[in-house]
């Protein structure tokens, strides 16, 4: 067993588990999006970021490919992780704005501007399909090409491929392509029109997006983890 | 050619050496160095010495004077140069029709040829020998000062200069945890950019368990306006091996690597001689010198993927993987190549090892500073008079480099920035040039050591427009793994190619720097985690300059396109019709003796008219 400090109470782990897969276990939600327990693990959306080690040495690792190790020290929710996750969603909705699963990921964590132009690409890169369709189907039909921003995900050649038995699969695993978001805003590219089918408030205390703001707040939200607190109120004073 | 007898003992081993020793000792026969680097023979030192070769066989001088063709001598500027030896005669920017004259006045008559002789540009000054030349002064070329003395392709050059004693040394009287602790004492820190301890890691490989352990030689230099490594492999490949094959013992390996671009056909060519010299030998292979220490190199050519200098990706290109960074830990050292215990260390560090074990830990640890021991090489190019690789010792100063070394701005002009440490390093303003050089420093400057290349930079360069040169780079050599890496340098571009285009918003800036950060933060490798850098840096000390473009829609240095134009001074312009015949777009119109006028609307900015006006008649706004 390994022992390790997560969001400041020491915890034990398995031997070999992840940074995500002991935060899970003791009920600590980590957003992720290239990360499906089927599949090995890429660590390639930047999601699922978690702050590790003591001040002023610390960094920023991404929970799913980081192992638990002894004594590190581990914080999920502090002001320097959901900034930088924050960012990530900005960077994949101008990428895909249709994504109904990156939209409720930018409802959810409070992005409610995309800063950059829009490129529709659809395709966030997150290699989901292409390790379905290794590990999963067996079949080795799709695969990255080239790198950088020319990087994308193709059949040999981009050619029909032999090896596609058109399963699917990479269909069905698909973040982007597969549910349609309806309506984003044409002014700020975020939809946010869900908001009212999930109530984020319970992870963060956003004014604009509380839905019982006039009603007064009904206080289910208050969580009194001083880090959400503090990201709460900067979110505030940002608007 | 004669089969060489493998070498069976240690004893044999320094018999050899010293034979080699004598023999370029008693050499009496004067001999004509010629420097044939990559940059050498781009300059014609192949043509100068096919003539040398034909004045010889001329006049049958064979006896009386040999050549010998070296790697890269570092000074650049001066290439192809020569030195004569014994007297040490420095001979710069020779041609192929000087040869005969080389010959018959120096080498045969001991005449001097002053046209030949470096000149120093401030003091007008003429050097007899590399020892009088500034940009010689101040270096201390402890790894890079044997290139002027061996053919690399003989490795009976490299016995002469003592070559292959440290591991005769190492095999003999050192244990290989005391090889570690030699190394740990003499603080060397790895040369590829991050600085991390080698001996520590050399400890680490060692203690780690696994069926075999590797060690790989990283030779995967990728950085525009670089080539130090380069530079060893070509001039002195056998000072790396012995390097390696040091560390190897060291560590308890039997295999190794050395990953090396196949962009550096020389180095390749080079390298790939000497290990067939030193299996031939007996200096690699089984039972290496008669001990029971075996050890094979193999070459693994990288096909010029900026990151597979990272080490998790070159293990992966290795592996025939695509070469994409993975997390660390497990670190190389503990599951590394076909996930065995793997210490990578690049040129520059291997090429140091020899050396600390011949004159030992303390003699290493007195160069340099507190955390920085040694001496690191340096690229230096740019707007630099003296363009060229300088090996100092750490903590010289950046204005000793630019300045005394390097001999200043070409054309008066003034000092601006360098960028130090290739793409992902920084630039650092001239407010900074007192700065010491060491890795903490440069990276509480903002910028990183790296592998060690040095652009300088000068009044006439666009801090905005070197960001998006660098930012371009970065786009196209990201694996594309991280969103935040790929898409972040992507957006950073994008930025800031339109602040260069005049179409930067308020609020650019500010966004900019919020990108950079969580690029920086949220990256998995050393590549993206210092991307952000060319922007911070930029930012953090030319602020003003991008507040110029988007503001005022002004580029200061005059360099980005679409926020200039051309301008004819009135009172200045004598209606020579100069500019106007070199105009391509005829966007200038005018008559003869009278004022001309550039039409702004036909105007491409290509700026021939500014370069053809002899009478500063044209101005850039």
Not at chain 1, 135 to 142: S, T, V
């Amino acid at each position: 067993m390994i022992t390790l400090k997560l969001n400041n109470v020491d915890v034990k782990a398995e031997e070999g588990w992840t940074l995500l897969e002991t935060a899970k276990f003791y009920g600590l939600e980590i957003p992720t999006l290239c990360y499906n327990e089927g599949l090995s693990v890429y660590g390639g959306c930047r999601l699922c970021l978690v702050e590790i080690g003591e001040e002023p040495n610390t960094k920023l690792v991404s929970s799913c490919t980081y192992p638990a190790e002894e004594g590190l020290v581990v914080r999920t929710g502090t002001r320097r992780v959901i900034e930088t996750r924050k960012m990530m969603i900005e960077l994949m909705l101008s990428l895909a704005p249709n994504s109904k699963t990156i939209q409720d990921l930018a409802s959810k964590f409070g992005v409610t501007q995309v800063r950059f132009k829009i490129r529709n690409e659809e395709c966030i890169l997150c290699g989901l399909c292409v390790r379905m369709c290794r590990e999963q189907m067996d079949g080795r039909a799709i695969g990255f090409q080239n790198r950088g921003h020319k990087r994308k995900i193709s059949t040999p050649f981009d050619m029909r491929s032999e090896e596609c038995r058109l399963c699917g699969g990479c269909i069905y695993i698909c973040p982007a392509c597969q549910l349609r978001c309806q309506g984003p805003q044409p002014d700020t590219d975020v939809c946010n029109a869900c908001l009212t089918m999930d109530p984020t408030c319970l992870d963060v205390y956003d004014e604009l997006q509380c839905w019982m703001y006039d009603a007064g707040r009904c206080g289910t939200c208050v969580r009194e983890e001083p880090e959400i607190k503090e990201a709460s109120q900067a979110l505030g004073k940002k608007k | 050619m004669k089969k060489t007898e493998k070498i069976k003992s240690i004893e044999k081993l320094y018999k050899t050496i010293d034979h080699h020793i004598q023999k370029r000792k008693s050499e009496e026969t004067p001999v004509l160095t010629v420097s044939a680097g990559t940059c050498g023979r781009a300059r014609g030192s192949m043509r100068v010495i096919e003539s040398l070769e034909k004045v010889i066989q001329k006049e049958n001088l064979k006896d009386q004077v040999r050549i010998r063709v070296t790697g890269c001598h570092g000074f650049c500027e001066a290439e192809p140069n020569i030195i004569l030896q014994p007297h040490n005669f420095f001979y710069q920017k020779v041609q192929p029709k000087d040869a005969k004259e080389i010959i018959s006045e120096t080498v045969l008559n001991d005449k001097i040829i002053e046209r030949l002789l470096y000149t120093d540009p401030s003091t007008e000054t003429k050097a007899l020998n590399e020892d009088e030349i500034e940009f010689y002064k101040k270096q201390r070329r402890i790894v890079l000062g044997d290139n002027a003395l061996i053919d690399p392709t003989e490795i009976g050059d490299y016995f002469s200069i003592g070559g292959y004693r440290s591991l005769a040394k190492a095999l003999t009287e050192m244990k290989p945890e005391e090889i570690i602790e030699t190394i740990q004492k003499s603080g060397l820190r790895g040369r590829g950019g991050a600085g991390f301890p080698t001996g520590n890691k050399w400890a680490f490989a060692r203690k780690a368990k696994g069926d075999t352990k590797y060690v790989i030689c990283n030779a995967d230099e990728g950085d525009p306006g670089a080539y130090m490594d380069r530079s060893l492999l070509e001039g002195n490949p056998h000072r790396v091996l012995e390097g390696m094959i040091i560390g190897a013992y060291a560590i308890g390996t039997k295999e190794g690597y050395i990953y090396i671009r196949d962009e550096y056909p020389l180095a390749l060519h080079h390298i790939t001689l000497a290990i067939e010299q030193a299996k031939e030998l007996g200096l690699l292979g089984e039972s290496i010198l008669g001990t029971d220490f075996s050890l094979d190199i193999h070459i693994a050519k990288g096909a010029g993927a900026f990151v597979c200098g990272e080490e998790t990706a070159l293990i992966a290109s290795i592996e025939g993987r695509v070469g994409e960074p993975r997390q660390r830990p497990p670190f190389p050292a503990v599951k590394g190549l076909w996930k065995q215990p793997t210490n990578i260390n690049n040129v520059e560090t291997w090429a140091n090892i020899p050396i600390i074990l011949q004159k030992g830990a303390d003699w290493f640890s007195q160069i340099g500073t507190n955390g920085s021991k040694g001496t690191k090489i340096f690229s230096l190019v740019g707007k630099i008079n003296n363009t060229g690789l300088v090996e100092v010792p750490m903590g010289i100063t950046l204005r000793e480099i630019i300045f005394d070394i390097g001999g200043g701005i070409p054309g008066g002009k003034e000092f601006k920035a360098v960028q130090t440490g290739g793409p992902s390093g920084g630039c650092i303003p001239k407010e900074k040039l007192n700065l010491p050089i060491d890795y903490e420093s440069l990276t509480a400057a903002g910028s990183i050591m790296g592998s060690g290349g040095m652009i300088v930079m000068d009044e006439n360069t666009c801090m905005v427009d070197v960001a998006k040169y660098f930012l371009n780079f970065l786009r196209d050599e990201s694996c594309g793994k991280c969103l935040s890496c790929r898409e972040g340098t992507q957006r950073m571009w994008e930025i800031v190619k339109d602040i260069t285009e005049g179409l930067g918003k308020e609020g650019d800036i500010e966004l900019l720097v919020t990108l950079a950060r969580a690029v920086k933060d949220a990256s998995m490798c050393g590549l993206g985690q210092t991307a952000a850098n060319p922007v911070l840096s930029t930012v953090r000390y030319f602020r003003e300059e991008y507040e110029a473009h988007i503001k005022d829609k002004k580029c200061p240095a005059g360099v980005c396109k679409n926020l200039i134009q051309y301008l004819i001074l009135e009172e200045k312009c004598t209606g020579c019709l100069a500019c106007l015949k070199i105009c391509s777009q005829e966007a200038i119109t005018g008559e003869l003796k009278k004022v001309h006028i550039i039409n702004q609307e036909k105007c491409i900015k290509c700026g021939a008219c500014f370069e053809a006006c002899n009478f500063d008649a044209i101005i850039i706004e």
